[in-house]
T-cell receptor
Framework: GAGVSQSPSNKVTEKGKDVELRCDPI?????LYWYRQSLGQGLEFLIY????????KSGLPSDRFSAERTGGSVSTLTIQRTQQEDSAVYLC?????????????FGPGTRLLVL | GIQVEQSPPDLILQEGANSTLRCNFS?????LQWFHQNPWGQLINLFY???GTKQNGRLSATTVATERYSLLYISSSQTTDSGVYFC??????????FGTGTRLQVFP
């Protein structure tokens, strides 16, 4: 595709429910990143994938958060037993081959509201 | 710890004015990117600029890596330039560390 796509665009859920957020990176990009943007914390890193492996999961805030990537392409971020503090915009990015010298390109984000 | 700081936090301009946004970082960087977050929340890539100077239309950026800062210049601002500008850097890792942003409002 032309850019990074994410779905859904918006998600409203009730506290305690599980949610899945999807990211489709730029075609051919091997590196994929999840970030979160919230009012109190700004933009923060969650997890990085190189292919289907996640060498850096250091930003996941709790064990309620998990992510996977299959076929070296689509990634899913899952939040279990959602809490109100999980409300944020979840952003996905991809880069050509990963590494500290690569440009990261961002998707439009998923706005999650936990009631 | 590693920090990326931006100034000013807020900027209000009249259309046609010029502005300079600053990004300071606490350590040597591998990568420095500038983004514009539009009112719909989309992060638009402006520059990849770990060092040197680049220009793209009315926008230009300069990074002085040895002094650990980067500047984004906006000339002849337009209302469509409104939004939040972020700088973000890699510090020997794959993840980007973001600054807190500069919120720009351009009025006609």
């Amino acid at each position: 595709g032309a850019g990074v796509s994410q779905s859904p665009s918006n998600k409203v859920t009730e506290k305690g429910k599980d949610v899945e957020l999807r990211c489709d990176p730029i075609s051919g990009h091997t590196a994929l990143y999840w970030y979160r943007q919230s009012l109190g914390q700004g933009l923060e890193f969650l997890i990085y994938f190189q292919g289907n492996s996640a060498p850096d999961k250091s930003g996941l805030p709790s064990d309620r958060f998990s992510a996977e990537r299959t076929g070296g392409s689509v990634s899913t971020l899952t939040i279990q037993r959602t809490q109100q503090e999980d409300s944020a915009v979840y952003l996905c990015a991809s880069s050509s081959s990963g590494g500290a010298y690569e440009t990261q390109y961002f998707g439009p984000g998923t706005r999650l509201l936990v009631l | 710890g590693i920090q990326v700081e931006q100034s000013p936090p807020d900027l209000i301009l009249q259309e046609g004015a010029n502005s300079t946004l600053r990004c300071n970082f606490s350590d040597s960087v591998n990568n420095l990117q500038w983004f514009h977050q539009n009112p719909w929340g989309q992060l638009i890539n402006l520059f990849y600029i770990p060092s040197g100077t680049k220009q793209n239309g009315r926008l230009s950026a300069t990074t002085v890596a040895t002094e650990r800062y980067s500047l984004l210049y906006i000339s002849s601002s337009q209302t469509t330039d409104s939004g939040v500008y972020f700088c973000a850097a890699n510090f020997n890792t794959d993840k980007l560390i973001f600054g807190t942003g500069t919120r720009l409002q351009v009025f006609p």
